[in-house]
């Protein structure tokens, strides 16, 4: 596994989770939207964070199309869990929420899962593109 | 009866989201290794490739279904039932479909992982 794909999988989690907190965070500004006042909608597109947020969100799905052209789904899913660690640990030192233990617990659940699959290959199934040359290995062959 | 349709939407949006990652996912090995085709390629020719891909259409269009069903959970129960049960669920549920339609070799260390994450997101939101 090279550091260019180490990095694209730590942008799922980190865009993903920092792009929910921005929405979170906006659309409490915004508030409630209701069907008979779609008009609120348009506020909520001006809003800063939101704005933020949905390019944080284009830059997870982004980054999520990208690991999957290289790496299976049952590999990407688990290692992107860390974004909900990330979105908890913000939440605890950014917006000061208090954690419980069996948030704590959950934290260390989801890590040990992506210990877990980060250990083993990254694709157990290599792809039949027509146009690209098929590569046996795909963890670690190039930089 | 409202529990029926919680629950209802909570499947639908497993279902959705399952079926978008799987497809998403086909599509995007049927591309090929992004990073070495915008080398070879372009930006422009590489998002090309992607956007004229069936299976990416089809994809999103089960993600967009997916993100609806959230809403009308939503409005039916607490998104501290919602949001951690679907995502669970969804973990669970890729395992199964990515052996089955993908033919991924979901051995018992992705088993575990899998596993392991959705007991996770149901404590975190717990």
């Known amino acids: 596994m090279s550091f260019r794909k180490w990095l694209v999988l730590a942008g799922v989690a980190v865009f993903g989770s920092v792009g929910d907190c921005l929405l979170s965070r906006g659309m409490k500004e915004v508030g409630p939207l209701s069907l008979a006042h779609l008009s609120g909608l348009f506020s909520a597109i001006f809003d800063p964070f939101i704005v933020l947020g949905i390019l944080f969100l284009l830059g997870f799905f982004a980054s999520y199309t990208m690991a999957l052209s290289w790496a299976d789904l049952t590999y990407v899913l688990p290692a992107s869990s860390l974004g909900y660690v990330l979105l908890a640990l913000m939440a605890r030192f950014l917006l000061h929420e208090q954690i419980s233990l069996l948030r704590w617990l959950g934290i260390l659940l989801i890590s040990a899962g992506v210990g877990f699959v980060t250990r083993g290959p990254a694709l157990t199934h290599p792809p039949q593109s027509e146009e690209c040359v098929p590569e046996p290995e795909a963890s670690g062959v190039r930089s | ?126």
Do not use: C
């Not at chain 2, 989201?17 to 090995?29: E, F, I, P």
């Not at chain 2, 479909?97 to 993908?102: E, G, K, S, V």
């Open chain 2, 1 to 126: 009866m409202r529990h029926v349709y919680t629950w209802g939407a909570i499947a639908a949006i497993v279902l959705a989201s399952t079926t978008g990652d799987v497809l998403v996912s086909r599509a995007m090995k049927q591309v090929g290794d992004v990073g070495r085709l915008l080398r070879e390629a372009g930006l422009l020719r590489v998002i090309w490739r992607v956007v004229s891909n069936p299976d990416f259409l089809l994809g999103l269009l089960a993600m967009a279904t997916a993100f609806f069903s959230l809403l009308f959970a939503l409005s039916w129960a607490d998104v501290s039932l919602v949001a951690p049960a679907s995502a669970s669920l969804t973990f669970v549920a890729n395992a199964i479909a990515a052996r089955i339609f993908l033919h991924e070799r979901v051995d018992h260390r992705r088993w575990t992982a899998a596993l392991l994450v959705a007991a996770g997101v149901v404590l975190l939101a717990g």
